[in-house]
């Protein structure tokens, strides 16, 4: 066997240190220039054939390397299924006989061709594959562009709102300045959210079938989690309470979660796995959702818990979210508990109780400063079919003993209506900022927590709706639940479109 590069026998020690002597390795090498569907495919397919996938980013000496090493490696390594990625300073079969991968994968143009690394597994028992790929040169980063993307030329702010309720923009300023000041405690059931981007291939022949094959996914946390997450972004100091499984969407959300500055508080459930939404996407749409969760109540027990732990944190708190998706985690007996803490405290509590695929009933939640239900939610709740949404915000409002309520009409805007009688209006009509939103599923999460954090420094429902509209806007205008951030609102507050 020929002597190695000191970089390469670097590389083989950093394996065998990760991998562990049980794991399979598949090993790929190329240069990798641009990051396309066909390379994406070439590797997944790798990375199924075994545990450990190692890609050898040929160094800048090799014939076809058109970018600079560095960044063809850096390509290569923001590719979540490729678990090892180095510059191969030596040829691609020296390295194989010096590793030994199980499988060594290859491109199946490289199939009717002469292949050096045929001889070289042949020596040691292992296998050269090939696979397909395609010839569509659309970069990773392209791929995953629609996710960042944000154009802020559709967002448009109707003065009239602003005017109507004498709202200035250095008062909305001043009011984004003091959420640095809050502790908020955030309560309510974690969703993991996988994004899986894919090719379309064609319509099936043996039934009518959309055919796709997956190229990307990626995650976010979700849920209440994405909740706690725009509290930490907006400045606040996030704490989250929730239920997870024992498993590695769990994990995935702890370490995500706690990059966004969120102190999380875990409790597991033998029972349950952690809630994960799958949408799979093509051509900038979603083709299908799946759902792996459980919809059952936390046990006795494991909710006493729960509240013994939420108490240490409330005496310092000025805000409670209760954020319910109707999977489990906020029992009515956890609920009535935390809010009659908190009544005894003067604590501001507010609440959504979410109901899309899942049934929920906001009206349990007594005593918020605010509640903020689609109108399905809200007729749900009163059951309710006919009535005008005037009357059907008053009589909720009633019912729940709330001192302001929103209803959310997606792309109408909101409804927003309030008890207290010192406002010269009790029920406006506030239209969506956003002309043109790409994803619509974190709207009312981003505007639950800006509107809240506002109420929760002292400004009124106007001020405190048109900033959580704001947070709502930026949230649509992109892909993914990725939290919103002060940066976001005051960039709004004195650029953009006004009417």
Not at 481 to 495: A, M, Q, R, S, Y
Request: proline residues 3%; contains cysteine; hydrophobic residues 40%.
């Amino acid at each position: 066997m020929k002597l190695l590069s000191k970089a390469t026998e670097g590389a083989l020690q950093e394996i065998s240190l990760i991998a562990g002597i049980e794991s399979k390795i598949v090993f790929v090498s190329g240069n990798f220039n641009i990051v396309h569907p066909g390379h994406l495919r070439l590797l997944r397919f790798a990375a199924e054939c075994g545990q450990f996938l190692v890609v050898g980013v040929n160094n800048k000496d090799s014939v076809g390397a058109i970018l600079p090493e560095e960044l063809r490696l850096e390509g290569v390594s923001s590719i979540s299924f490729v678990n090892y990625t180095f510059i191969l300073e030596d040829a691609p079969e020296d390295f194989i006989m010096a590793l030994k991968p199980d499988i060594v994968v290859k491109g199946t143009e490289y199939e009717f061709k002469d292949n050096a690394e045929h001889k070289a597994v042949e020596g040691y028992g292992g296998k050269l594959l090939f696979s397909s790929g395609d010839i569509t040169f659309s970069s990773l980063d392209l791929l995953r562009k629609e996710f960042s993307d944000f154009n802020r030329s559709t967002i448009v702010k109707p003065k009239d709102f602003l005017n109507r309720h004498n709202v200035k923009i250095p008062d909305l300023r001043e009011i984004v300045f003091k959420w640095k000041t809050l502790k908020v405690v955030v309560i309510g059931d974690l969703i993991v959210d996988e994004y899986i981007t894919c090719d379309a291939l064609g319509m099936s022949q043996e039934d009518p079938t959309i055919v796709v094959t997956p190229v990307d996914s990626i995650k976010f946390a979700g849920g209440a989690g994405i909740v706690a997450a725009h509290v930490a972004g907006l400045g606040a100091e996030a704490i989250f309470f929730s239920v997870t499984g024992k498993d590695q969407t769990a994990e995935f959300a702890k370490a995500k979660l706690d990059a966004y500055g969120v102190h999380t508080h875990f409790f597991e459930d033998d029972n349950r796995p952690t809630s994960l939404k799958q949408r799979f996407r093509a051509n900038g749409k979603t083709l299908l959702r799946v759902s792996h969760l459980r919809q059952h109540d936390i046990t006795k027990d494991l909710s006493a818990r729960m509240f013994e732990a939420i108490k240490t944190k409330l005496d310092t708190a000025n805000l409670v979210i209760f954020s319910d998706f109707n999977y489990g985690c906020l029992p009515q007996v956890l609920v009535d508990e935390v809010v009659d803490y908190c009544k005894a405290r003067n604590i501001l509590m507010v609440a959504d109780s979410q109901s899309s695929s899942q049934l929920g009933d906001v009206s349990r939640f007594k005593n918020m400063e605010l509640i903020t239900p689609t109108e399905r939610e809200a007729r749900l709740a009163l059951r309710d079919f006919d009535s005008g949404l005037a009357f059907l915000s008053e009589t909720l409002i009633n019912k729940t003993i709330a001192k302001n309520i929103i209803i959310t009409l997606g792309n109408e805007g909101l409804l927003i209506h309030t008890s207290d009688n010192e406002e010269k209006y009790l029920t406006d009509r506030l239209p969506a900022l956003n002309t043109s939103p790409k994803d619509v599923a974190g709207a009312g999460d981003s505007f639950l927590v800006c509107c809240s954090l506002s109420l929760a420094v002292g400004a009124n429902i106007w001020k405190s709706s048109y900033l959580g509209s704001l947070a709502a806007a930026c949230q649509v205008g992109r892909i993914g639940n990725i939290p919103i951030t002060t940066k976001d609102i005051e960039v709004e507050l004195v650029n953009g479109n006004n009417l």
